[in-house]
Structures are given as structure tokens and as C-alpha cells.
């Protein structure tokens, strides 16, 4: 049973472009979360998400950040627009139940300049 | 609101010694409470989780402490390893929620 998955593990984009970042979920997880770490910072919560139905997104910046996780596929943190603010390490967990422990991937690793 | 601390926020001692991490947190009403190693420019490892239940987690040389009552929790690692030099970071999830909040970590440099 592979682990969580996200790609790419660095993405090095320029100002104002997009940023796409990938969450696979462990095989049977149907709950996925996406979490950032700032440099030098603790993990923050962004967005809940199961499939097709966006649950709590309280902690997403309200512009320029958007979620999905379609009913096929993987899940999809996307950042239009981006600022050096937003260079961090995106993290994505996954879990079969909402109050299950939560498994981690590797993250993505964003830089941008 | 929730507030994750871990002092201190960095520790550098020599190969052998045993330590103790500290974390702690505003609110009792947790559901349970997890340590996490991040090593540089690495994913996140998880150590060991602690339902709000029990009172202690083992596992080799670590062992991870609860005390729900005075919001703190503690690691312990006995005789350190290089190998153990990594950043612990401490997440706790409360009552009925999903979230996990989490502390800023605490750098651990183990000196050969």
C-alpha cells in the first residue's frame, strides 16, 4: 500500500505565474488535507477536502488559492498568481475517516522568484 | 483557540546524553496528540500519537508523555544519537475536529 503521494516535490515558479501542486491519497482514504509551512514555521491548516465536496477551507488565503479533489484523480492545490510570500513547503495528508490519524506525504517544496 | 508551544525552540547537546522536548497547550479538550520528526528539507516523519486517553506512548529509545490537565506533553529520548538530529515538531488535534494544530518545532543538534 504506497504512501501518500505528491508531486512535484520542488516547483520553481516566477512571479504572477500558476502553481499546481498534486495530492495522492493512500488507497482507500477518502479525506485529504492540505497543510503549509512557512521557513522556520510550524505546519498551518489550509483546506479539508473529500472527494468532490470541499469541507472546511477556513484557512486558505481568500484570493489566489483554490482546492479540488475530483471524484477520479488526485488532489489539486492551485495558486494563480503567485508572490514570494507564497515560497513554502505544501504538505498534503490523507485519512479513511475525518477523526482517523492523518498519514503525511513528502510535500511539495514551492520557491518562488 | 488552540495555541501549540515548544520550548526550547532549538537544543544542542552531546552524543549520549538523554533529552526531553517540551510541548504545550492552551486548550485540554484535545483528542489526541502526535510528535513528528522533520529532517532538513524532508517530509515529516511520525513518531508516536497519544489518545487524550493515555498517559504515555513507547517506542525504542523514545517515549512520549500526557498530561492533559496541565496541557503539556513531553519526548524523551534516551541515549542520543547524530542520527536523532532532526527538528520535533508536536500537533495536536482537538476534540471533534480535524484540524491539527501544530507547534514550530524544536531543532535538536546531537554533537559527536
Known amino acids: 500500500n504506497a504512501g501518500v503521494m505528491q508531486n512535484p516535490r520542488h516547483l520553481v515558479r516566477r512571479r504572477g505565474q500558476e502553481a499546481r501542486l498534486r495530492c495522492s491519497p493512500m488507497?482507500?482514504?477518502?479525506?485529504v488535507y492540505w497543510y503549509r509551512q512557512l521557513p522556520e514555521e510550524g505546519l498551518k491548516f489550509m483546506v479539508y477536502?473529500?472527494?468532490?465536496?470541499?469541507?472546511?477551507e477556513s484557512g486558505m488565503p481568500k484570493e489566489r488559492f483554490s482546492a479540488e479533489f475530483p471524484k477520479e484523480g488526485p488532489s489539486i492545490l492551485r495558486i494563480q498568481q503567485v508572490v514570494r510570500g507564497d515560497s513554502a513547503a505544501y504538505f498534503c495528508?490523507?485519512?479513511?475517516?475525518?477523526?482517523?490519524?492523518?498519514?503525511f506525504g513528502p510535500g511539495t517544496r514551492l520557491t518562488v522568484t | 483557540k488552540q495555541e501549540v508551544t515548544q520550548i526550547p525552540a532549538a537544543l544542542s547537546v552531546p552524543e549520549g546524553e538523554n533529552l526531553v522536548l517540551n510541548c504545550s497547550f492552551t486548550?485540554?479538550?484535545?483528542?489526541?496528540l502526535q510528535w513528528f520528526r522533520q529532517d532538513p528539507g524532508k517530509g515529516l516523519t511520525s513518531l508516536l500519537l497519544?489518545?487524550?486517553s493515555q498517559r504515555e506512548q513507547t517506542s525504542g529509545r523514545l517515549n512520549a508523555s500526557l498530561d492533559k490537565s496541565s496541557g503539556r506533553s513531553t519526548l524523551y529520548i534516551a541515549a542520543s544519537q547524530p542520527g536523532d538530529s532532526a527538528t520535533y515538531l508536536c500537533?495536536?488535534?482537538?476534540?471533534?475536529?480535524?484540524?491539527?494544530?501544530w507547534g514550530a518545532g524544536t531543532k535538536l543538534i546531537i554533537k559527536p
Open positions: 495528508a490523507s485519512s479513511p475517516g475525518p477523526l482517523d490519524e492523518q498519514y
Open positions: 488507497k482507500g482514504h477518502s479525506h
Open positions: 477536502l473529500q472527494k468532490e465536496n470541499i469541507i472546511d
Open positions: 486548550d485540554s479538550a484535545i483528542y489526541n
Open positions: 497519544i489518545q487524550s
Open positions: 500537533a495536536v488535534r482537538q476534540d471533534s475536529n480535524y484540524q491539527l494544530i
